[in-house]
């Protein structure tokens, strides 16, 4: 059975800080997302990544295949990236998702 | 271009009862899966349909079932409701069961009481 695991759960900031999310899986994946969720429910995929690196804006994430672990970092914190951030994965042979149990990130002016 | 549209946004039933939940993915994506969150136990997969066929289902009683139209849109449905079915339920629709990533709807709050 494929455990994600997310750290940290919850996560407290200063505007401008540099933040680091970290996602570790135990199975062969074919595909890792990043996703956030804003209070009200809604979700955007940030990233979806099979190795290497993919950087959007002040997001980056980062994916190490052989040791099973991915980290979304993000530059410059504002209060407006205040939000849940999940990670998804994609099992190698499987069209399904199991997701983390996200990191809650609040980010104070 | 439109984006993942969910009916209704929110629903209040009743113990016992049975609710149907929509979702239209977005146009040309033929791929559509639906995910249940609860504070408890966070994202969970329900079910992933793609050309009409359902092509995985997740680990949740008989109650939950689906399906998706010609068009591509799908519903949902939960039979017998529990007050543990309590939750938002998200939709998502890709390309090509989700080898180019999902988009997501803004979800369906269900309250059971």
């Known amino acids: 059975k494929n455990e994600v695991e997310q750290s940290p759960q919850n996560l407290t900031a200063q505007e401008g800080e540099f933040i680091t999310i970290n996602c570790s899986y135990s199975?062969?994946?074919?595909?890792l997302h990043w996703l956030q969720q804003h209070p009200g429910g809604g979700i955007v995929s940030l990233f979806m990544?099979?190795?290497g690196k993919k950087k959007h804006g002040r997001l980056i994430a980062t994916i190490n295949i052989q040791e099973k672990h991915s980290s979304l970092h993000i530059t410059a914190s504002h209060p407006r990236d205040s939000a849940v951030y999940i990670c998804?994965?994609?099992?190698?042979?499987?069209?399904?998702?199991?997701f983390g149990k996200g990191t809650m990130l609040l980010v104070s002016p | 271009k439109a984006g993942v549209t969910q009916t209704p946004r929110y629903l209040i039933k009743t113990r016992g009862q049975q609710v149907t939940l929509s979702c239209s993915p977005i146009?040309?994506?033929?791929?559509v899966s639906w995910y249940q969150q609860t504070p408890g136990q966070g994202l969970q997969f329900l079910f992933e349909?793609?050309?009409?066929?359902?092509?995985n289902k997740g680990n949740f009683p008989g109650r939950f079932s689906g399906r998706q139209f010609s068009n591509s849109r799908s519903e949902m449905n939960v039979s017998t409701l529990e007050l543990g079915d309590s939750a938002l339920y998200l939709c998502?629709?890709?390309?090509?069961?989700?080898?180019?990533?999902?988009?997501f709807g803004s979800g369906t709050r269900l309250t059971v009481v």
């Open positions: 990544l099979s190795s």
């Open positions: 349909y793609f050309s009409e066929t359902q092509r």
């Open positions: 998804a994965v994609r099992e190698s042979g499987y069209s399904t998702l199991t």
């Open positions: 998502a629709s890709s390309q090509d069961e989700g080898y180019y990533g999902y988009t």
């Open positions: 199975v062969g994946i074919s595909a």
């Open positions: 146009s040309g994506h033929r791929s």
